[in-house]
């Protein structure tokens, strides 16, 4: 007789606006960590819109990664799909405009969680308006490990 083992991979997705400043943020710090911490989860970032698709991180924020040690990191923004928001566990979003725009592609939903749920609630703004690189990659780095923690319970 075969038995069979299968193992479960929680599917996490990082959202925000272009997928070129704060979502990719998010899944280039919450991977490095999860790796640190030994889990086992899919990982990635997408935006709501079409604005920036094809695009690589902003170039500020590329400077505050790499003033972080992310020196090789490649990305190339994408829009949510369908099928990546059904196969998702989570949708972490960053502010009400994210959530905003979640909701017109796919509807309400209990996946999507603000990304600082565990943390503070306060959404992280959008650092192309604001120009504040490094605070939001601050704000994003403590919600991420927030995140984190709430996993390894």
């Keep these: ?30 991977s490095d960590l999860a790796k640190e911490n030994n889990l086992d989860i899919n990982v990635s970032s997408r935006a709501t819109s079409l604005e920036e698709i094809g695009n690589d ?13 992310y020196i090789d990191v490649h990305h190339s923004a994408t829009r949510i799909s369908r099928s990546e ?9 960053m502010d009400k405009n ?7 592609l796919f509807g309400p939903s209990d996946k999507y969680h603000l990304i600082t749920e565990y943390l503070d609630n306060i959404e992280i703004e959008d650092p192309w308006y604001t120009d504040r690189f490094e605070y939001v990659y601050q704000r994003i780095k403590k919600a991420v490990e927030a995140i984190i923690k709430q996993i390894k319970k």
């Design 85 to 93: 928001f059904e196969s998702a566990d989570y949708i972490f979003y």
């Design 98 to 104: 994210n959530l905003y725009y979640l909701e017109r």
């Design 1 to 30: 007789m075969v038995s069979f083992c299968y193992t479960y991979v929680m599917n996490i997705i990082f959202i925000c606006h272009g997928n070129i400043c704060r979502s990719p943020v998010a899944e280039i710090i919450f």
């Design 57 to 69: 991180i902003y170039p500020p924020m590329r400077r505050v990664l790499h003033n972080h040690g």
